[in-house]
Nanobody, 115 residues
Framework: QVQLVESGGGLVQPGDSLRLSCVAS????????GGWYRQAPGKERELVAI???????NYADSVKGRFTISRDNTKTTVYLQMNSLKPEDTAVYYC?????????WGKGTLVTVSS
């Protein structure tokens, strides 16, 4: 069983930055991809960014150039650096990974971008 715990969300103004963290109960990110998803009110959950075990990254078009996904050397934490935040980035952000065919999700952290 893998547990994922997100943190770092909050209320910010447009143009501000936030860094989200996803801490895993094991060093699962050593050999498994980690992803950040988000779900805005009334919308489907969508992929924001993903980082593979080989450190390849991929981003949703809406966040390219503003968000950066990374992980620490212990391979237990994945980060999402979010810059130039916009009101449309408001959502609950979830961390995700998969291991031996099982998909794991955190409980999410709320990001609200509002003036």
């Amino acid at each position: 069983q893998v547990q994922l715990v997100e943190s770092g969300g909050g209320l910010v103004q447009p143009g501000d930055s936030l860094r989200l963290s996803c801490v895993a109960s094991t060093n699962i990110f050593r050999s498994n991809a980690g992803g950040w998803y988000r779900q805005a009110p009334g919308k489907e959950r969508e992929l924001v960014a993903i980082i593979t075990s080989g450190d390849n990254t991929n981003y949703a078009d809406s966040v390219k150039g503003r968000f950066t996904i990374s992980r620490d050397n212990t391979k237990t934490t994945v980060y999402l650096q979010m810059n130039s935040l916009k009101p449309e980035d408001t959502a609950v952000y979830y961390c995700n990974t998969a291991y031996w065919g099982t998909v794991y999700w955190g409980k999410g952290t709320l990001v609200t971008v509002s003036s």
